[in-house]
């Protein structure tokens, strides 16, 4: 009985459900492990966050808290650190505290967002059924404990399906800007996000819907540019103008190239990961001086090595999708502070996600229902691994997307044993 009435109940009580779920996984998993991060990329969020909140902007937050030091910094983009400068600002300023509220807030938030772009791409069941694999996705749930700024990505990459879909349903200025503008904010939260406005974007107005003409074309896509500009143009110009070389969004890149691009990681057990000992002690100067110093080393060592490249390249892409060495990948990948046990879980569910994931985009296109939006998140996962390293943190844009399209497969086979059912009930008794 209780079964006949959940079906009965509508999306939004079945998918409140789903995000109080979502809530006490989250919940669980802050207050059962460790809030110790250490130094680490958490650590960089929390304390500028926490810098922000006393008015210092977007300095390098851990020297400030100590001594009061104030040193400009865009390790990373500014979105994130905000989020919990917010928190802090409001008075809860504990690690536990914003944990709490990143899984409140952005981790649940996340799921709904899930729930409502499955909908719109397929229908309410396909949207239930991916909110629900969210919801317990330890993909999704370890970056909300983390406090890592991929648990804001994963909400804002839903968000951008949500409104993808929307627009190849109806073209109009405002759905074009808000495409524009959800690109920018995730740009600002992981520099990546750029190449969504030529991946995505573009192509969703120039091939996207049909009976468009090409002013209007030419209008969504200046309507896509001004959003992204207006939104990312102000962060830019802020780091042009306090930084010693030139830096728009982050002066990360350098250091991510160098611990990636040597021999410990071209050779060995780490090919396709990254190893800090890559990287040469630091020498005077600023963020930007210092990247584009490990720029030069990472690109010179490229030069050296370019026979190696399209090997290593492939080796990270296995690592990503967690066909070459995957347990191993675990194991790095639970030391940055997941922990070998929820690693191993997250990879457990990406093998059950990826092959239910590429049936659902094959679903998808044969229904002709927008299959753009999922390849695209799909591909900025790939090519950041490709171009840096194999962590499964580089592939929640496309653990959003997979997660989608199973949620989709899952639907067409559920329509499809219904429909099997009923036709074995109407069909005639041989005599």
């Known amino acids: ?75 990373h983009p500014p979105l994130f650190s905000m989020v919990l400068g917010l928190f802090s600002f409001l008075r809860f300023e504990s690690i536990r505290s914003q944990q709490v509220l990143t899984a409140a807030f952005i981790g649940v938030g996340t799921v709904v967002l899930v729930g409502l772009a499955g909908r719109r791409l397929a229908s309410a069941r396909a949207g239930l059924i991916a909110a629900a694999i969210a919801a317990i996705s330890p993909n999704l749930w370890t970056n909300d404990r983390l406090l890592l700024s991929e648990s804001l990505v994963a909400l804002l990459a839903a968000a951008v399906v949500v409104a993808a879909v ?6 109009t200025p405002t759905r074009a800007f808000a495409i524009g503008a959800l690109l920018a904010l995730l740009t600002l939260t992981r520099a990546e996000g750029l190449m969504l406005f030529v991946l995505l974007a ?5 091939l996207g819907g049909s009976g468009a003409t090409a002013r209007t074309r030419v209008r969504d896509l200046a309507l896509v540019a001004v959003a992204g500009a207006l939104i990312v143009g102000p962060w830019a110009l802020f780091n042009l103008s306090r930084f010693n070389a030139p830096t728009f969004i982050s002066t990360n890149d350098g250091g991510v190239l160098a611990d990636s691009y040597c021999n410990a990681t071209f050779n060995g057990i780490k090919v396709g990961w990254w190893e800090e000992k890559c990287l040469p002690p630091a020498r005077p100067g600023d963020e930007s001086q210092e990247s584009r110093r490990l720029r030069k080393q990472a690109l010179d060592y490229v030069r050296g090595h370019t026979k190696a490249v399209p090997r290593v390249v492939a080796l990270r892409v296995g690592r990503l999708i967690e066909l070459y060495r995957p347990w191993q990948t675990a194991l790095l990948d639970g030391v940055e502070g997941r922990g070998l046990a929820v690693a191993r879980a997250g990879t457990i569910a990406w093998f059950l996600v990826m092959p239910l994931g590429i049936a659902g985009i094959i679903v998808l296109g044969a229904r002709r229902r927008p299959v753009l939006p999922i ?44 429909a099997t059912r009923q036709g074995t009930r109407l069909s005639p008794v041989a005599s």
Request: proline share 3%; net charge positive.
């Open 202 to 206: 573009v192509p969703l107005v120039i």
């Open 166 to 171: 929307a627009y190849t349903q109806q073209r």
């Open 1 to 75: 009985m209780w079964f006949r009435a959940f079906r009965r109940a509508s999306f939004g009580a079945v998918l409140a459900l789903i995000a109080l779920g979502a809530f006490a996984v989250r919940l669980a998993a802050i207050y059962t492990r460790s809030t110790n991060f250490g130094f680490s990329d958490a650590t960089y969020f929390y304390t500028q966050g926490r810098a922000l909140a006393h008015g210092a902007w977007f300095v390098n937050g851990l020297p400030y808290l100590m001594d009061g030091h104030k040193s400009p910094s865009a390790v």
């Open 375 to 418: 390849v695209a998140l799909v591909a900025v996962s790939v090519l950041t691994g490709a171009v840096f390293y194999g962590s499964p943190r580089f592939r929640v844009v496309a653990e959003v997307a997979m997660i989608l399209s199973t949620g989709v497969a899952l639907d067409a086979l559920w329509s499809a044993c219904n």
